[in-house]
């Protein structure tokens, strides 16, 4: 493998972390702690990163190019948070 090559991974992959960081603090207010103990920061911070791909490669790789077009990722991200919440809305609405 050339210097070259490994350069161009490396900086792909600063891409990706600064892209990433930049997304989550920008776009989804990630900015807030919630736990102050160290362990706790890591492994929260940890399952936002995870959740935030998952969301991501969703959004990329599952939604038709002409839907991305038309619905940003708040858009889509509501749309499954409504989704999660509808089957607890019903059954508090039957609740007497």
Not at 15 to 33: K, M, P, R, S, T
Request: glycine residues 2%.
């Amino acid at each position: 493998m050339s210097l070259a090559a490994v350069l161009e991974i490396a900086h792909s992959r600063w891409c990706i972390e600064n892209q990433g960081f930049n997304d989550l603090a920008n776009e989804w207010h990630f900015d807030h702690v919630f736990k102050h103990t160290e362990a706790a920061m890591v492994v929260f911070m940890l399952f936002i990163i995870l959740g935030h791909s998952v969301f991501d490669a969703f959004y990329h790789c599952n939604l038709h190019p002409t839907l991305r077009a038309c619905l940003r990722r708040h858009v889509v991200a509501r749309m499954l948070q409504a989704a999660f919440y509808a089957p607890l809305a019903a059954s508090v609405a039957r609740s007497p």
